[in-house]
């Protein structure tokens, strides 16, 4: 089964710009799927960030579309994300996972595997 | 879009049956079949229990189960086993502005 491991700081400062990594295995990053982040704040439910098809094409939440960026580096079989101007809301676990490609229109699916998250703290 | 609405927890004994509701709106649950749903134990990734409203998995249990009707869906677990306890979570194709709304949450305990 595919696995994917988050990886980054656990704590960034207000303003600054929070890069995650997400590594993934038994899967290659250039397979027909989308490749995603998610969020869940404490105490509140999940927030879709942003999906990336492995064609290149991007799907970003409208809230945050302003700041942030996704990418790709297929040598290492990886996807980042960045996120800029932070704030303590964005405080939260982030994960990443897969997400299958149908085929029809984006977002048309599952996430079918996640990584086990990872906790970001925003705080001075 | 507002998350979709879950109960915060429910419970029940093994052996009995729990449904789980999330109810969203006309622009999300009600108008696309695209309802997943998630059991989540603390520390561990998140897993797939039910995609497209009611289909399972390879590996899901049988015991697992999904609906829709109108704005909310629903996510049935018949025999609850010890394991069954955690969070399950559900999410919603939104359209193409914004893609996917997830549901607040729900605590299962097995008592």
């Known amino acids: 089964q595919v696995l994917l491991q988050e990886s980054g700081p656990g704590l960034v400062k207000p303003s600054e710009t929070l890069s995650l990594t997400c590594a993934v295995s038994?899967?290659?990053?250039?397979?027909?799927?989308?490749w995603a982040w998610v969020r869940q704040p404490p105490g509140k439910g999940l927030e879709w960030i942003v999906s990336l098809w492995s064609s290149g094409t991007s799907y970003y939440n409208p809230s945050l579309k302003s700041r942030v960026t996704i990418s790709v580096d297929t040598s290492k079989n990886q996807f980042s994300l960045k996120l800029n101007s932070l704030t303590a809301a964005d405080t939260a676990v982030y994960y990443c996972?897969?997400?299958?490609?149908?085929?029809?229109?984006?977002?048309?699916?599952?996430?079918?595997?996640w990584g086990q998250g990872t906790l970001v703290t925003v705080s001075s | 879009q507002s998350a979709l609405t879950q109960p915060r927890s429910v419970s029940g004994s093994p052996g009995q049956s729990v449904t789980i509701s999330c109810t969203g709106t006309s622009s999300d649950v009600g108008v696309y079949d695209y309802v997943s749903w998630y059991q989540h134990h603390p520390d561990k990734a998140p897993k797939l229990m039910i995609y497209d409203v009611n289909k399972r998995p390879s590996g899901v249990p049988d015991r697992f189960s999904g609906s829709k009707s109108g704005n909310t869906a629903s996510l049935t677990i018949s025999g609850l086993q010890a394991e069954d306890e955690a969070d399950y979570f559900c999410c919603s194709y939104a359209g193409t502005y914004i893609l996917y709304v997830f549901g607040t949450g729900t605590q299962v305990t097995v008592l």
């Open positions: 038994l899967d290659s990053i250039s397979s027909d799927n989308y």
């Open positions: 996972a897969r997400v299958p490609h149908r085929g029809a229109a984006a977002g048309i699916s599952y996430f079918d595997y």
